[in-house]
Antibody, heavy 119, light 110 residues
């Protein structure tokens, strides 16, 4: 069974840093791209970027380039989303999601990580 | 405003069929056969129902079916069941490692 399990909810202050995680299991982690998706309160889903854990090739949506860093540690089947300077506007649920092998569709998703940034 | 347009809500009685539309442009839905549909219960991982417009992942019943015509993709749920009540999202590849999403449709089983 393919599973993407994300780290738990976080409460941070503006200016702080944060790294959330997404651990893949039930498939060959290094062979499938993993992306990140943001859902701000009451808003729709937004594509942030994607990484290929096999070689760490990373592509960002222009809206998120320079705002976050996507990385992966293939030794522990885990992808990460990192902020170095959180803002209140980063408050959202963040999902990781897998790209289908041999296709450009997205299939399996993590359960989401709620990030709250408040002073 | 989401890139793909879905109806905010649909409803149907048990046993009936409902169809949820997902309208984009020639740069996303109309340009690629990479549309996916997900069922989402709050607090849980979205569950893929359909990918590549009309393919089923293993374990998904064929009560769920997908199609596409021009810039509009559709998800049809036949033989509605109470447990189908959830939020449904569409997603389309939009080129150059970019994906776009619908705003979600709340399905109510009457």
């Amino acid at each position: 069974e393919v599973l993407l399990v994300q780290s738990g909810a976080e409460v941070k202050k503006p200016g702080e840093s944060l790294k959330i995680s997404c651990e893949g299991s039930g498939y060959t982690f290094t062979s499938f791209w993993i992306g990140w998706v943001r859902q701000m309160p009451g808003k729709g889903l937004e594509w942030m970027g994607i990484i290929y854990p096999g070689d760490s090739d990373t592509r960002y949506s222009p809206s998120f380039q320079g705002q976050v860093t996507i990385s992966a540690d293939k030794s522990i089947n885990t992808a990460y989303l990192r902020w170095s300077n959180l803002k209140a506007s980063d408050t959202a649920i963040y999902y990781c999601a897998r790209r289908v092998g041999g296709s450009w569709s997205i299939d399996y998703w993590g359960q989401g990580t709620l990030v709250t940034v408040s002073s | 405003q989401s890139a793909l347009t879905q109806p905010r809500s649909v409803s149907g009685s048990p046993g009936q069929s409902v169809t949820i539309s997902c309208t984009g442009t020639s740069s996303d839905v109309g340009g690629y056969n990479y549309v996916s549909w997900y069922q989402h219960h709050p607090g849980k991982a979205p569950k893929v129902l359909i990918y590549d417009v009309n393919k089923w992942p293993s374990g998904v019943p064929d009560r769920f079916s997908g199609s596409k015509s021009g810039n509009t993709a559709s998800l049809t749920i036949s033989g509605l069941q109470a447990e189908d009540e959830a939020e449904y999202y569409c997603c389309s590849f939009a080129g150059t490692y970019t994906w776009v999403f619908g705003g979600g449709t709340k399905l109510t089983v009457l």
